[in-house]
């Protein structure tokens, strides 16, 4: 059964920092790439940034370079999103899904994406 659970998300100000988990199971995560996407209310989902087999990383997001950046842990099946000086635009549910990798890796839209997590929500306010 492959799945995905996203998990550190909550309440945090403005300039603060999070740091997102992505446990991953029923698959080999060396062979998969890992992207993060993000829904805000109201709001189409979007993509933050995809984390190569290798652990180079893709920006989907303009607004988040220089802010966030993601990492990966395949002996652990983990993956990482780590988020700083966030801002208020920054909330919403994050999710993570798998890509089976090939040449376009970290090159495709939601709809090439395999399996979701259920997401993890976080609120950016003072």
């Known amino acids: 059964q492959v799945q995905l659970q996203e998990s550190g998300g909550g309440l945090v100000q403005p300039g603060g920092s999070l740091s997102l988990s992505c446990v991953t199971s029923g698959f080999t995560l060396d062979y998969y790439a890992i992207g993060w996407f993000r829904q805000a209310p109201g709001k189409e989902r979007e993509g933050v940034l995809c984390i190569g087999p290798s652990g180079s990383i893709t920006y989907y997001a303009d607004s988040v370079k220089g802010r966030f950046t993601g990492s990966r842990d395949n002996a652990k099946k983990s993956v990482y999103l780590q988020m700083n000086d966030l801002k208020p635009e920054d909330t919403g549910v994050y999710y993570c899904?798998?890509?089976?990798?090939?040449?376009?890796?970290?090159?495709?839209?939601?709809?090439?994406?395999?399996?979701w997590g259920q997401g993890t929500q976080v609120t950016v306010s003072s």
């Open positions: 899904a798998n890509d089976f990798y090939d040449y376009s890796t970290c090159q495709k839209g939601l709809a090439d994406y395999d399996t």
